[in-house]
């Protein structure tokens, strides 16, 4: 894993920051980010996109905390985003509204008013039913809206159905056989510029192919477009390259991109990328402390601060999270259930793992840069975590915990 690392004292710590520091500065259940760890991740994709025409438009749901937009925009990223909340982050972060792709199956007439006037780069439209609606609302607008089709590949990703998208039976994008029909349509209509064509077909993906074959299914429309006069500037790939949880072996971005770049190698047509856990999922922790060992009959439990609240994907997909503790115990090893306070069975962070801890330890969860906090809630009334960014020696707050007041700030009693 990139980060943590550990020191001479055998304590965990974050580039140059120990995690006990920030455990004592800010509170636990906390959210901790490097940002040289998210910043090597986004010049691995540039790296790997040297000499071509490019754009890395970083999928906010991965983790919108404006901090971390923050620190992708000064990169010079794009952002694909799925609302129009996620466009005020961007904004709000100082994002750039002319670098951002808006994909999702829902777009509100609200939300598509939001993005012309902010200036999107592009709408990737996903039915008929959106082409006439976003044609609508532009023309209301005085606005030309940008468009790339969602296209659906059928290309199977091989990754947990969950989080596999291009596949025919799902909701994602238009069929593949109906996007030339709808291209002929979107040429017609005069509040629509088309920009390019998109797909996504999944994510964690641990295997290049699918994603080349799948720019080689998108490149095949794109030349059946060029035949009919209807060229397109972008071709926008998608994310889902996957990362490291255990003992997956991911490809890193210049093996991930390989197909796709062969595949499009005689295109002149910018390419487009969507990535996001790639991005930060291994960039941030969960770092929370335990509140009690529980020894039981069949096995033993930790209970720790930190909940399905506040980290939802072993609860949600069964997903597996690293757990190391922050400081290294001579006790002996014992198989733990880590399991938060939340009265549900799925109140679990990790199970079966073999730890040598007592009680009051600080552990850290791994890997939980993406779809960590964005998936939180406050279930149980339980304030979301606090969220840190490490930068070297420093440590700047990018999201306080929430107070319990705010929570239901917006409720009411019933009239007397
Ligand atoms: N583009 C589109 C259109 C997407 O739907 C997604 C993710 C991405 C890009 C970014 O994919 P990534 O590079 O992060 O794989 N909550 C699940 C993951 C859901 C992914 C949804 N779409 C999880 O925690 O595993």
Redesign the pocket.
């Known amino acids: 894993y990139p980060m943590p690392t550990l020191t001479g004292d055998a304590a965990l710590q974050v580039e140059a920051v120990p995690l006990t520091a920030i455990a004592e500065q800010f509170g636990t259940p906390t959210y901790v980010y490097s940002r040289a760890a998210l910043t090597e991740a986004f010049q691995a994709y540039q790296h790997a996109l040297a000499g071509r025409r490019a754009s890395i438009c970083y999928?906010v749901?991965?983790n919108s905390n404006l901090g971390i937009l923050n620190a992708f925009a000064r990169l010079g990223a794009g952002f694909?985003i799925v609302s129009g909340g996620e466009l005020q982050r961007v904004i709000a972060a100082g994002g750039d509204a002319a670098k951002v792709v808006f994909?999702g199956v829902g777009k509100t007439s609200v939300e598509m008013r939001q993005a012309l006037d902010a200036g999107i780069r592009c709408f990737n439209v996903e039915s008929a039913a959106e082409l006439d609606r976003l044609a609508s609302v532009a023309a209301e607008c005085g606005k030309v809206a940008p468009i790339a089709f969602r296209v659906n590949p059928d290309v199977d990703p091989k990754t947990h159905p969950y989080?596999s998208?291009g596949l025919k039976n799902n909701k994602f994008g238009v069929a593949f056989d109906d996007a030339i029909a709808l291209y002929r349509k979107a040429a017609t209509l005069p509040g629509i510029a088309i920009k390019g064509i998109a797909s996504?077909i999944g994510?964690?993906l641990l295997d290049p192919a699918p994603a080349g074959e799948a720019a080689e299914r998108v490149l095949t429309l794109v030349e059946q477009l060029a035949t009919e006069g209807i060229t397109l500037a972008h071709i926008d790939i998608?994310?889902?390259?996957g990362i490291r949880y255990s003992d997956e072996t991911p490809p890193v971005a210049d093996d991930y991109l390989a197909p796709v770049l062969k595949a499009l190698a005689d295109r002149s047509e910018e390419i487009l990328l969507?990535?996001?856990?790639?991005l930060i999922g291994n960039a941030g922790l969960l770092l929370t402390r335990i509140e009690y060992l529980k020894p039981g009959q069949e096995k033993h439990f930790a209970v720790v601060d930190a909940a399905m609240n506040d980290l939802a994907?072993p609860a949600l997909?069964d997903?597996f999270h690293e757990v190391v503790p922050v400081i290294a115990r001579d006790l002996p090893a014992q198989t733990y259930d880590v399991v938060g306070p939340i009265c549900e069975s799925g109140d679990f962070l990790a199970r079966n793992r073999a730890l040598k801890v007592a009680d009051g330890d600080l552990l850290a969860i791994l890997s939980a840069g993406?779809?960590g906090m964005t998936?939180a809630s406050n279930y149980n009334t339980r304030a979301r975590a606090a969220e840190v960014m490490v930068d070297g020696k420093q440590c700047h707050l990018i999201r306080e915990r929430e107070n319990i007041a705010d929570l239901f700030a917006l409720e009411r009693r019933l009239p007397d």
Do not use: F, L, N
């Open positions: 999928a749901k991965a694909d994909s989080i998208t996504h994510s964690q998608g994310g889902g390259m969507e990535p996001g856990r790639s994907r997909y997903a993406a779809y998936m």
